[in-house]
Every structure is written in structure tokens, then in C-alpha cells.
């Protein structure tokens, strides 16, 4: 009777089932989190496996230098560098327009605007984030694109500057957000003791807030950078496929991501030279924005200024 | 305002007593620093409405893109777009399989992306030691997030419709959706789970409960409106998502309805797709009204999650 007063593990643990439970679910819950890293090595040996066996028949040096790109037409060639310069020439455009904007939108929210404003603004930016891709590419098309063409008669119905344009706004949110997380993040303190010195507003915003929330920014920037290069439907829609190079915004060209689309929509067989070559620009595109994600994720944790 | 305004004029009488040398020489430096603050106000005055215009554009293209598509398209928002299958006519042409294929493809990946999900953001909170493995998975997370969308679609083609000869199946395209928005669901579930405060979990340990009893019966009711709040959002997200399932062979033009997992099918932002890249005024339009339909779903979406995320913070 004694031992049956005082509990001892098993009586505690009467119940079969709930020691079964603690036994499993760790284990259970272990593998879910795995399937991340399982997803990455996923992707990592897709992409190297068949590029790999794309460079076997086409050389890499001819893949990396070389300045045209036509592995869909006789006379083949399969340089990337009229791909990488289509996708540059659209991500310039859209950090151009969203990296100003976005910033100058944080400053204002953060700094300038009353709480019921930021109320307001702020979800809307989220809509304007949760947009689909193909909503905006139509929008590039049908709106952006015919008065591009208004303003500049020799424009192409495709062209680089209607769907870089739309790939800004579409990343404005993104950089407006994670800049003024940054800016929150600077301590009311700062800001006070430059009030206290007889600043203005813009005084305390550009020289106090900035440079203080400065790495925010820029890993802001830097991820809205490889947001636009690894955008797809806008300019598949509004960009035009034709792979050339050229810094001229008013004409068509085609980045890494459309021409992926354009291949995977025809009938190409599989184990060809020219289902190779979605691996091989797949690849490119992989590695630039890792290596820009990487970059961010480093300014932001090495030139964070601690207070 | 009249806060920074004291604080001005302060400093006016900082430099006053600071820089007079000489009596005579008072009004001088008096009237350089009254200039030099006017500018500086209206510099400010100047940004500060900078800074609203910019911020309004941002809103302003929200607004004309609204409007392009809605007065483009409202007018063939009607039962024949519900009802009939895509069509070469354009005065035929419906959504109904692109609307039911997308539904079908939520109907796999929400509970599958649900329960993998959060699995791994219950492991990574509560299980998981504070170790160098941890770290990885954590950090691998976020790469991920950042991976462009169409790369899944490579990963899906190769994987799912090849190597696991799934083909070019709703399941495919499930899968490969479920893999692009998992790293969305788990930081925002970690999120909600953090949320969830201590005392809690020590109250059910104190009960003599055990780790997943408390996991299970406490920390879990506790952030479930949380978690459902990341998931519909991650959601919605998959709903607009193209490229991907253009990678793994989604079909443009499908005149049936999916009757299992492993039929071949389309979903809405695809058909879409198919209608921009037509020339024709009277798909655009089409293309237009699809849109309409899409928003409308998202918007239904992102409107419950709003209606959770509310009676969570009431509950915290």
C-alpha cells in the first residue's frame, strides 16, 4: 500500500500510448525538419547532374564567354552572356525604381508619417506584395507597356523598360518593409538626443536613422537585387524571348528565367543538348542569387551597428 | 511639430551666447542663424513631401492596376467564364478546369504543407538543441526562401515528373508547391510557436504532462491561430504561383476536369497565362476577368487570415 502512495515513473506513465508518443514525435518531427535540407541538396544535385552532362557536350568555356545565344535555331551557339545581360539590364531598371522608392517610402512611414497613415499604407503595400506575378506581367502589358510606347516611338511592343518597370513595383514592398524594420530597430534615444540638439525631421532621418539602420538597408536592397533576377511571369510576359546584348531598355530581350519557360513550354526531348541548357541557365540563376542571398545575410550581421 | 520647434529655438540661443564677440556684432549672427534655420525647415518641409509622394506611388500603382484590370475585364466576368472549358473561341472560352485544377491542387497541398511544416517549426522550437545541426537547418530555411520560384519548377520536373515518374500530374505540381511554400509555413509557425509564453509550458510540466503532451495539448492550441494565419498566406501565395508549375508541365489548354491525383491539369494563374499571350484584344480581356476571379479568391484568402490574425492577438 506504501509504494502506491508515492508515484513511481511507471504509474505515472500508465498510459502506453503517451510514452509511445514522446518516443515518436521527436523523431517524426526531426525528419519534417530534414526535408529542408533534403529540398537543397534536392535542387543542388538536379541542377549539377544535369548541367554536368550538358557541358560534356558543349564546352564551358563557350558557354561562359561566348556572346550569343541561339540553342533553339541553326547555327547553335550557347553563350549566356545576352541572357545574363537581358536579366541585368531588367534588374537595374526595377532596383532603380524600387530602391528609391522603397526607401524613401520606409523613411516616411517610419519616421515621418502618423500612426493612423502607417494604418493605412502599410497594408496596402502588403496587397501590392501579394499580387500574383502573371497579374502584374498583364498589367506591364496592357497598361505600362502601351504608354512606354507613347513616350517613345521606336519602343518595341516587348521591351526591357515596361517589364523592369512593373518588376520595381513589384518589389517596392519588399524593400520598403525590411528597410523599415532596419530604421525601427534604431533606438528611440538616438533620435531624441539629435531632436534635442535643434534637428529637423529630414536631419534626424538622413543623418541620424540611415546610417545607423545603413546594413538593413543595403541587405534590403541586395535581396530585392536578386528578387528581380530571379523574377519570371513579368518578364516572360512583358520582356519579349529574344536573347541579345544590348543596354538598350526600348528593345526586347530575354533573361535566364524566360528563356527556362520558354524551352519547358515547347516539346523538347528530354536528354537533349537544349533540355541541357535549362540545367546549365538554371544553374546560373541558382548560383547568383544564393550568393546574393549569402551577401545579404552577411551585411546585415557584420556591419550591424549594436547599440 | 512644436516639440523639434523648442528644441530649434534652444539651440538659436546656444549659438547666441556661444558666437557674440561683441555687442554690435549680435543682430548679424542672430539673423544668419534664423536664415539658416528657415532653410533648413523648408529642406524639410520640401523631403517630407518627397517622401509622401514617393510612398503614394507605391499606392497609386495598386490603384491604376485595379482599375486597368477591372474596367478590362469586369464585363466578361459571367457564368460562361465558371461554367465552360478553355476554348479557341474566345467568346467561348471559361476556367472551369484551371478553377477546379487549382482548388484540387490545395486540397493536396494544404494538409501535406500543414502538417510538414509546422512539424519541422514545432522541432526547431521546442526539440531542437541549440547545436551546430540546428543552426544549419535554420539557416538552410531562410536560403530557401530566398531560392526564385522557377527553380523548384526544375527541381519538381527532374524529381517528381521524372525520377519518381509522377509525370506530369496534379500531384507533381502539388508537391513541387509544397516544397516551394514549406519554408514560408515553418518560420512563420516558429514565429507563432515563440509567441506562446513560457509560463504555459511550464504550467503543463508542473501537471506532470510530458514534453509532447505540453507540445500537443498546450503550446499547440495555443498558436493555432497563428500558425493558420502563415499557412493560409503561404497559401495564396501558391494559388498566384506560375512559373513552377509551368516547369512541370501544367497544361495550358484543358478541356476536362482532373478525376484523380494523377491526371494532368491546369490551374488559374496558368490559364491566365495563356490568355495574355494571345494577341487578340478579346483575350486580353479574357486574360483580364481570369485575373478578377484570382484576386477575388486571394482576396477571401487573405481576408481570414486577417479575421485569425485578429482573434490571435486578442488571445495573447
Known amino acids: 500500500m506504501r509504494s502506491d502512495a508515492v508515484p513511481t515513473r511507471e504509474s505515472m506513465f500508465k498510459n502506453r500510448k503517451t510514452h509511445l508518443m514522446d518516443r515518436i514525435m521527436p523523431v ?31 564546352p564551358f568555356i563557350d558557354f561562359i564567354t561566348g556572346t550569343k545565344w541561339s540553342p533553339l535555331i541553326e547555327p547553335k551557339s550557347f553563350g549566356i552572356w545576352p541572357l545574363i545581360s537581358g536579366t541585368l539590364l531588367i534588374t537595374v531598371i526595377a532596383c532603380l525604381v524600387a530602391v528609391p522608392l522603397g526607401l524613401a517610402s520606409a523613411i516616411y512611414l517610419s519616421e515621418y508619417a502618423h500612426k ?14 501579394g499580387v500574383p506575378t502573371i497579374v502584374y506581367g498583364y498589367f506591364a502589358l496592357s497598361l505600362v507597356t502601351p504608354v512606354i510606347r507613347s513616350l517613345f516611338s521606336d519602343a518595341g511592343v516587348f521591351n526591357a523598360l515596361s517589364a523592369g518597370i512593373v518588376v520595381g513595383i513589384m518589389i517596392i514592398p519588399m524593400v520598403c518593409s525590411l528597410s523599415e524594420d532596419a530604421m525601427t530597430a534604431v533606438p528611440r534615444s538616438l533620435r531624441d538626443g539629435a531632436y534635442a540638439l535643434g534637428a529637423t525631421r529630414f536631419e534626424v532621418a538622413l543623418k541620424i536613422v540611415v546610417p545607423a539602420a545603413f546594413s538593413g538597408i543595403v541587405a534590403s536592397a541586395v535581396l530585392a537585387f536578386s528578387r528581380a533576377i530571379g523574377e519570371t ?20 530581350i530575354q533573361t535566364m528565367t524566360a528563356y527556362i519557360v520558354q524551352v519547358s513550354l515547347g516539346d523538347t526531348p528530354h536528354g537533349s543538348v537544349e533540355y541541357g541548357t535549362i540545367f546549365a541557365v538554371g544553374m546560373t540563376l541558382f548560383v547568383i542569387t544564393f550568393l546574393l542571398n549569402i551577401l545579404a545575410q552577411y551585411v546585415a550581421r557584420r556591419f550591424r551597428e549594436e547599440y | 511639430m512644436s516639440n523639434v520647434n523648442a528644441n530649434l529655438n534652444m539651440k538659436t540661443n546656444v549659438n547666441k551666447s556661444k558666437e557674440e564677440p561683441t555687442v554690435g556684432a549680435k543682430s548679424i549672427f ?13 529642406i524639410d518641409w520640401l523631403l517630407r513631401l518627397l517622401f509622401l509622394v514617393a510612398t503614394s506611388i507605391g499606392v497609386l500603382a495598386l490603384m491604376a492596376l485595379l482599375i486597368d484590370i477591372v474596367s478590362n475585364g469586369i464585363a466578361r466576368v459571367q457564368p ?46 521546442e526539440y531542437a538543441k541549440k547545436n551546430r545541426l540546428t543552426r544549419i537547418i535554420q539557416l538552410n530555411i531562410s536560403t530557401l526562401a530566398g531560392v526564385p520560384s522557377i527553380v523548384y519548377g526544375i527541381l519538381g520536373l527532374t524529381l517528381f515528373v521524372r525520377e519518381l515518374h509522377l509525370g506530369r500530374s496534379l500531384l507533381s505540381g502539388a508537391f513541387t508547391m509544397t516544397l516551394l511554400v514549406l519554408p514560408i509555413i515553418i518560420v512563420s509557425a516558429q514565429e507563432a510557436i515563440r509567441a506562446v509564453p513560457k509560463a504555459r509550458r511550464d504550467a503543463s510540466f508542473a501537471l506532470g504532462a510530458t ?41 495550358t489548354f484543358v478541356a476536362f476536369l482532373p478525376n484523380g491525383p494523377m491526371d494532368s491539369f491546369t490551374v488559374m494563374p496558368i490559364q491566365i497565362y495563356n490568355w495574355v499571350s494571345r494577341p487578340q484584344a478579346s483575350f486580353q480581356e479574357l486574360a483580364a476577368a481570369g485575373i478578377i476571379v484570382l484576386l477575388v479568391t486571394l482576396l477571401i484568402m487573405n481576408f481570414s487570415a486577417i479575421l485569425l490574425r485578429n482573434k490571435y492577438n486578442k488571445h495573447i
Do not use: H
Not at chain 2, 542672430?30 to 523648408?42: C, E, G, M
Not at chain 2, 509532447?212 to 504561383?241: D, F, H, K, N, Y
Open chain 1, 28 to 58: 517524426v518531427l526531426f525528419l519534417c525538419a530534414t526535408l529542408s535540407i533534403l529540398t537543397t541538396i534536392g535542387i543542388v544535385f538536379t541542377l549539377i547532374g544535369e548541367t554536368f552532362n550538358f557541358f560534356r557536350q558543349i
Open chain 1, 116 to 129: 493612423r497613415v502607417r494604418g493605412i499604407v502599410k497594408p496596402i503595400l502588403e496587397v501590392l506584395a
Open chain 1, 233 to 252: 511571369m513579368i518578364v516572360t510576359v512583358a520582356a519579349g524571348s529574344t536573347p541579345k546584348l544590348t543596354g538598350n531598355p526600348l528593345e526586347s
Open chain 2, 30 to 42: 542672430v539673423d544668419a542663424n534664423r536664415k539658416q534655420i528657415a532653410t533648413r525647415r523648408r
Open chain 2, 80 to 125: 460562361e467564364l465558371f461554367n465552360n472549358f478553355p476554348s479557341r473561341r474566345a467568346s467561348e472560352a471559361g476556367m472551369k478546369s484551371a478553377i477546379v485544377g487549382s482548388l484540387y491542387m490545395l486540397a493536396i497541398m494544404a494538409p501535406l504543407s500543414f502538417l510538414l511544416g509546422v512539424g519541422a517549426a514545432i522541432y526547431l522550437e
Open chain 2, 211 to 251: 514534453k509532447w503532451q505540453t507540445v500537443s495539448r498546450s503550446v499547440l492550441p495555443s498558436s493555432i491561430s497563428g500558425i493558420l494565419t502563415g499557412v493560409i498566406l503561404a497559401m495564396s501565395r501558391a494559388i498566384g504561383e506560375t512559373a513552377p508549375l509551368v516547369m512541370i508541365g501544367a497544361l
